[in-house]
């Protein structure tokens, strides 16, 4: 009975713990900050920054040195695609290098006087592209305009040439080897298709680290010796403490994981090819990998602030890390080792393949493991920080009570000294 | 001669504290000098090189596998493993084993010699963009060698000159200049804006912590006892000593990318210099702008450290502003990060003169001079203000 008792004794005091961490939560506002607003906010902002997914209609000047109906075709069959707009004509290079300067173009095309001439005497014609490498997108759309519009132009002039009879002949002389290119799983090639997910899951993890290492820094601020554990009956083992804490942040970002990885992706019709029990498979071992990460990294910091100057920074690494930006084959190997230590690296990863690559959860295997092994391996940590925090606070009491008990016993034999004079 | 007195003695005051606090010396020079190893390694590449791509040949010919050989030869691209159907290939993209494949279908040789036109198709994946679009290029090039060397083979046997063949195979010539950056080099490209972009988060952290700081330990009555009472004296004092220190830090960092690293530059070492000076202080004053509009240290670091991530985006160095809605186009000048970067890619990436930029120079100056609106409250908030945790 007695064992059912204490189990039961047990849970109550994690309880508490938990209600007094729901509290501070919700009392302390740059706790609330992270935990709600942020989360909230953030990925309606990027979303927003990023809804239109690829740039059109990328301003160019001409040169047109040439003056002829084949430049001019060139010119017109530029305009009339998508990614570019020749916004200006211009006489020489330095004239259209100062648009480039002002930022009114993105890059120039020249078409030198000779260009009819010579695809006339059935030589090779030169266009010339400079391209202004600030932008990397715009760069490829004025590039790659180029290429389709002069490969196109190329492929009428091989028909002029070679005197077929049928159109099917035709076809084969300019392309005897057809070939289709197939995008898949972000077929437009969007920008925030293809960021936005990492950042969501990045979000999270980056809000929970920073809002338990300022609840942390304020329980360790608000107490008399500093200590993160209050001298409390129901604070009394490390089991309790961690079970109530991680209980709090797991039930607030329970909501807050649902809403960046359903509601968010819902609203700005993103992607969305996981299956809700996937994306719960996925998220659970990703959140507790999170909760028991910020835990650990919460009891590293003596001062609230500190967590602030040590965490923001890291995000844009650990952006890179997740292999979003810079695909994962080319991360050096001693990146690589280091981004196992953040959860945001598997969860990030792992998201995107089953949420914009439909992938199945066997096909994540790895990383689901990865998640657990680090969720364990942090719970461990979490244990060990929160038993030293303990045994700390504990000893704090101790020489504050040896203390009072001293000058207790110390005014005693005063006070006797004192009567006995008298 | 008085405010040179107040300020020296604020300025040792200032050494002092940013000697003894170890914060200070992880966040102005271990943190940001962490972030620029950490980029200009990852990036160190420069272009993605031996991606891992798939190959599923079922014609099996010596034409499909003198392809696949091309293919394997390519520097963006490694063919890795071959699989015997298109499910199994979409398979190991989803596992994240390839990021894309060739498909080359049955018959494609014999339909190839008898002018039937085959078709091949290759399928990448863009959930990332620079891996994805990187392998595409080499596939397409690819394809288009295909298509050329029967045209060519044809031609010779015809007994057309070289010069005859390559005039009709590419009538059209594509003369690509790519300025100030002729490798496509990421490392150039991103580098130049992250590490910077970090840099300028720790100087709106750090000027915003260390005015908390006063409050917090209760030194900000003596602080601006110190300087009589005068505000201007008394922030200058503060800050002189962390702008050289950041100064420092700014100019190591571009030893180290244009010395070391040799990133290419055509503008002078001057505009760096200035854009340099005009970044420390731009964003100290906006760090201490955060303060003096809530002079409470967790506000002010929290909307410091949010404006700064936010600036990485709306720099617009990886997603053009130009792409974005009106309104964040707007937004985006409010943003000291977004200015820095217009800056550096007129007058020092691409050498143009510092005219043509003057919009974001005024830009620098003017959140170098945002403190001036909240000189008395910050003053108010260190005669008055109790810190409460």
Same mark, same amino acid.
């Given at each position: 009975?007695?064992?059912?008792?204490?189990?039961?004794?047990?849970?109550?005091?994690?309880?508490?713990?938990?209600?007094?961490?729901?509290?501070?939560?919700?009392?302390?506002?740059?706790?609330?900050?992270?935990?709600?607003?942020?989360?909230?906010?953030?990925?309606?902002?990027?979303?927003?920054?990023?809804?239109?997914?690829?740039?059109?209609?990328?301003?160019?000047?001409?040169?047109?040195?040439? /003056?002829?109906?084949?430049?001019?075709?060139?010119?017109? =069959?530029?305009?009339?695609?998508?990614?570019?707009?020749?916004?200006?004509?211009?006489?020489?290079?330095?004239?259209?290098?100062?648009?480039?300067?002002?930022?009114?173009?993105?890059?120039?095309?020249?078409?030198?006087?000779?260009?009819?001439?010579?695809?006339?005497? =059935?030589?090779?014609?030169?266009?010339?592209?400079?391209?202004?490498?600030?932008? =990397?997108?715009?760069?490829?759309? +004025?590039?790659?305009?180029?290429?389709?519009?002069?490969?196109?132009?190329?492929?009428?002039?091989?028909?002029?040439?070679?005197?077929?009879?049928?159109?099917?002949?035709?076809?084969?002389?300019?392309?005897?080897?057809?070939?289709?290119?197939?995008?898949?799983?972000?077929?437009?090639?969007?920008?925030?298709?293809?960021?936005?997910?990492?950042?969501?899951?990045?979000?999270?993890?980056?809000?929970?680290?920073?809002?338990?290492?300022?609840?942390?820094?304020?329980?360790?601020?608000?107490?008399?010796?500093?200590?993160?554990?209050?001298?409390?009956?129901?604070?009394?083992?490390?089991?309790?403490?961690?079970?109530?804490?991680?209980?709090?942040?797991?039930?607030?970002?329970?909501?807050?994981?649902?809403?960046?990885?359903?509601?968010?992706? /819902?609203?700005?019709?993103?992607?969305?090819?996981?299956?809700?029990?996937?994306?719960?498979?996925?998220?659970?071992?990703?959140?507790?990998?999170?909760?028991?990460?910020?835990?650990?990294?919460?009891?590293?910091?003596?001062? &609230?602030?500190?967590? =602030?100057?040590?965490?923001?920074? +890291?995000?844009?690494?650990?952006?890179?890390?997740?292999?979003?930006?810079?695909?994962?084959?080319?991360?050096?190997?001693?990146?690589?080792?280091?981004?196992?230590?953040?959860?945001?690296?598997?969860?990030?990863?792992?998201?995107?393949?089953?949420?914009?690559?439909?992938?199945?959860?066997?096909?994540?295997?790895?990383?689901?493991?990865?998640?657990?092994?680090?969720?364990?391996?942090?719970?461990?940590?979490?244990?060990?920080?929160?038993?030293?925090?303990?045994?700390?606070?504990?000893?704090?009491?101790?020489?504050?009570?040896?203390?009072?008990?001293?000058?207790?016993?110390? &005014?005693?034999?005063?006070?006797?000294?004192?009567?006995?004079?008298? | 001669?008085?405010?040179?007195?107040?300020? #020296? #003695?604020?300025?040792?005051?200032?050494?002092?504290?940013?000697?003894?606090?170890?914060?200070?010396?992880?966040?102005?020079?271990?943190?940001?000098?962490?972030?620029?190893?950490?980029?200009?390694?990852?990036?160190?590449?420069?272009?993605?090189?031996?991606?891992?791509?798939?190959?599923?040949?079922?014609?099996?010919?010596?034409?499909?596998?003198?392809?696949?050989?091309?293919?394997?030869?390519?520097?963006?691209?490694?063919?890795?493993?071959?699989?015997?159907?298109?499910?199994?290939?979409?398979?190991?993209?989803?596992?994240?084993?390839?990021?894309?494949?060739?498909?080359?279908?049955?018959?494609?040789?014999?339909?190839?010699?008898?002018?039937?036109?085959?078709?091949?198709?290759?399928?990448?994946?863009?959930?990332?963009?620079?891996?994805?679009?990187?392998?595409?290029?080499?596939?397409?090039?690819?394809?288009?060698?295909?298509?050329?060397?029967?045209?060519?083979?044809?031609?010779?046997?015809?007994?057309?000159?070289?010069?005859?063949?390559?005039?009709?195979?590419?009538?059209?010539?594509?003369?690509?200049?790519?300025?100030?950056?002729?490798?496509?080099?990421?490392?150039?490209?991103?580098?130049?804006?992250?590490?910077?972009?970090?840099? $300028?988060?720790?100087?709106?952290?750090?000027?915003?912590?260390?005015?908390?700081?006063?409050?917090?330990?209760?030194?900000?009555?003596?602080?601006?006892?110190?300087?009589?009472?005068?505000?201007?004296?008394?922030?200058l004092g503060k800050f002189l000593p962390q702008a050289v220190v950041f100064l420092a830090l700014i100019f190591s960092y571009e030893y180290y990318i244009y010395e070391v690293l040799e990133f290419p530059r055509l503008g002078s070492v001057w505009m760096i210099v200035l854009l340099a000076v005009l970044q420390v202080f731009a964003s100290i004053g906006f760090g201490i702008f955060a303060f003096g509009l809530m002079p409470s240290l967790r506000m002010s670091m929290s909307v410091c450290s949010l404006w700064?991530?936010? %600036?990485?985006?709306?720099?617009?160095?990886?997603?053009?502003?130009? %792409?974005?809605?009106?309104?964040?186009?707007?937004?985006?000048?409010?943003?000291?990060?977004?200015?820095?970067? $217009?800056?550096?890619?007129?007058?020092?990436?691409?050498?143009?003169?510092?005219?043509?930029?003057?919009?974001?120079?005024?830009?620098?100056?003017?959140?170098?001079?945002?403190?001036?609106?909240?000189?008395?409250?910050?003053?108010?908030? $260190?005669?008055?203000?109790?810190?409460?945790?």
């Amino acid at each position: 009975m007695s064992i059912f008792h204490n189990r039961y004794q047990w849970l109550l005091d994690a309880a508490y713990v938990w209600r007094q961490e729901m509290k501070q939560a919700f009392r302390d506002e740059g706790v609330l900050i992270f935990f709600i607003v942020v989360p909230l906010l953030y990925p309606l902002l990027y979303s927003w920054v990023y809804n239109n997914e690829t740039i059109h209609e990328v301003p160019v000047v001409v040169i047109d040195q040439s /003056h002829s109906q084949l430049s001019r075709q060139f010119i017109r =069959m530029c305009d009339a695609s998508p990614d570019v707009r020749v916004a200006y004509y211009a006489e020489d290079l330095d004239d259209a290098q100062s648009l480039v300067s002002r930022q009114v173009v993105k890059g120039i095309y020249l078409i030198p006087e000779d260009f009819a001439t010579r695809l006339n005497r =059935m030589e090779q014609g030169t266009i010339s592209v400079y391209c202004d490498m600030a932008l =990397m997108m715009t760069y490829k759309a +004025v590039f790659q305009t180029a290429m389709a519009v002069s490969q196109q132009m190329g492929a009428e002039i091989q028909t002029k040439l070679s005197g077929n009879y049928t159109a099917r002949e035709d076809v084969i002389t300019t392309q005897p080897l057809a070939y289709e290119d197939v995008p898949i799983f972000n077929p437009q090639g969007g920008y925030g298709t293809s960021v936005l997910p990492a950042v969501l899951i990045l979000i999270l993890q980056q809000t929970l680290v920073l809002g338990i290492g300022l609840a942390a820094g304020t329980a360790r601020e608000r107490n008399r010796y500093g200590d993160l554990v209050p001298i409390h009956k129901c604070y009394n083992s490390v089991g309790r403490i961690v079970l109530g804490k991680s209980l709090c942040y797991l039930m607030i970002y329970a909501v807050m994981g649902a809403y960046l990885t359903v509601a968010v992706p /819902h609203l700005f019709h993103f992607l969305q090819l996981a299956s809700g029990r996937a994306l719960l498979v996925m998220m659970i071992p990703y959140l507790l990998a999170c909760v028991f990460f910020g835990m650990t990294v919460s009891c590293l910091v003596r001062y &609230r602030e500190n967590v =602030m100057l040590l965490m923001v920074f +890291v995000s844009l690494p650990l952006l890179f890390l997740t292999g979003v930006s810079w695909p994962q084959s080319n991360i050096p190997a001693a990146w690589q080792g280091i981004s196992w230590l953040f959860p945001s690296t598997f969860g990030a990863r792992a998201y995107i393949r089953l949420n914009s690559m439909g992938a199945t959860l066997n096909d994540v295997l790895p990383e689901l493991r990865y998640l657990w092994i680090q969720a364990a391996a942090y719970l461990g940590a979490a244990c060990l920080v929160y038993g030293h925090q303990l045994r700390q606070s504990h000893r704090h009491a101790h020489e504050r009570l040896d203390y009072l008990r001293k000058k207790r016993l110390l &005014r005693q034999r005063l006070g006797t000294k004192k009567d006995r004079k008298r | 001669m008085k405010y040179l007195w107040q300020l #020296s #003695s604020l300025v040792k005051r200032e050494c002092k504290i940013l000697y003894k606090n170890p914060i200070y010396g992880f966040c102005m020079v271990l943190f940001p000098l962490f972030t620029l190893l950490f980029f200009t390694s990852l990036l160190h590449e420069g272009v993605p090189e031996d991606m891992p791509v798939g190959i599923v040949d079922l014609d099996n010919t010596s034409t499909s596998r003198g392809l696949v050989r091309r293919l394997d030869a390519f520097q963006n691209s490694e063919v890795v493993a071959r699989y015997s159907s298109v499910a199994e290939a979409r398979r190991a993209i989803q596992e994240n084993r390839i990021y894309a494949f060739l498909y080359i279908p049955k018959g494609t040789t014999e339909q190839l010699l008898s002018a039937r036109r085959p078709k091949v198709s290759y399928y990448y994946s863009l959930t990332s963009l620079t891996g994805g679009s990187m392998v595409m290029k080499d596939l397409k090039t690819i394809a288009t060698l295909g298509s050329a060397g029967v045209g060519q083979a044809t031609m010779r046997a015809k007994g057309f000159t070289p010069g005859q063949i390559q005039a009709f195979l590419q009538p059209i010539r594509i003369d690509l200049h790519q300025i100030a950056n002729p490798w496509s080099n990421y490392n150039i490209y991103l580098s130049a804006v992250f590490v910077p972009g970090i840099m $300028m988060l720790f100087m709106f952290l750090i000027s915003a912590y260390s005015l908390g700081m006063e409050l917090k330990f209760d030194r900000g009555k003596e602080w601006i006892a110190m300087a009589d009472g005068n505000a201007v004296v008394a922030l200058l004092g503060k800050f002189l000593p962390q702008a050289v220190v950041f100064l420092a830090l700014i100019f190591s960092y571009e030893y180290y990318i244009y010395e070391v690293l040799e990133f290419p530059r055509l503008g002078s070492v001057w505009m760096i210099v200035l854009l340099a000076v005009l970044q420390v202080f731009a964003s100290i004053g906006f760090g201490i702008f955060a303060f003096g509009l809530m002079p409470s240290l967790r506000m002010s670091m929290s909307v410091c450290s949010l404006w700064a991530m936010l %600036g990485f985006s709306l720099a617009g160095s990886a997603y053009p502003v130009m %792409g974005m809605d009106e309104s964040i186009q707007a937004l985006s000048w409010l943003f000291p990060l977004r200015h820095y970067y $217009m800056l550096y890619q007129t007058t020092v990436f691409n050498g143009y003169p510092l005219i043509d930029a003057w919009f974001h120079l005024v830009g620098l100056v003017a959140f170098t001079l945002l403190p001036w609106f909240v000189l008395r409250k910050i003053k108010n908030a $260190m005669l008055t203000y109790v810190y409460i945790p």
